[in-house]
């Protein structure tokens, strides 16, 4: 699972962006494959997610609109995907799946 001291840490370290823990909002859905907007998650990304998916959220509005979302497993709730947008666009995505044994 990803926290707020995770997310402050990440956005420290990535973007030099200082976040205060009580301005941050934080949500999290059950989402299927046909809500994801394919603008943030690409269907490469979909094909790899389980369907569904808990996706945790989180909404830091200061100078920017910062919106931190990570796909977790439903029933482990192991982060498998993370998705950064600024300002209603995605600048960076990594996935967190663990690598099978048979990948390199």
């Known amino acids: 699972m990803f926290n707020i001291e995770e997310l402050k840490d990440f956005m420290e370290e ?4 200082a976040v205060k ?3 941050v909002g934080e949500e999290t859905v059950l989402l299927y494959h046909d809500e994801m907007d394919e603008e943030f998650i690409s269907i490469d ?3 790899i997610l389980p369907n ?27 982060p498998l995907f993370l998705v950064c947008i600024k300002d209603s666009e995605k600048i960076f995505e990594e996935v967190l799946l663990p690598k099978r044994d048979n990948e390199k």
Do not use: C, H, M
Not at 14 to 17: C, D, N, R, T
Not at 56 to 78: C, F, H, K, P
């Open 14 to 17: 990535k973007y030099g962006v």
């Open 21 to 23: 823990s009580d301005a």
């Open 45 to 47: 990304i979909k094909r």
């Open 52 to 78: 569904p998916v808990l996706f945790q959220t989180y909404i830091y509005n200061e100078d920017s609109e910062w919106i931190i979302g990570i796909a977790l497993e439903v029933s482990s709730n192991s």
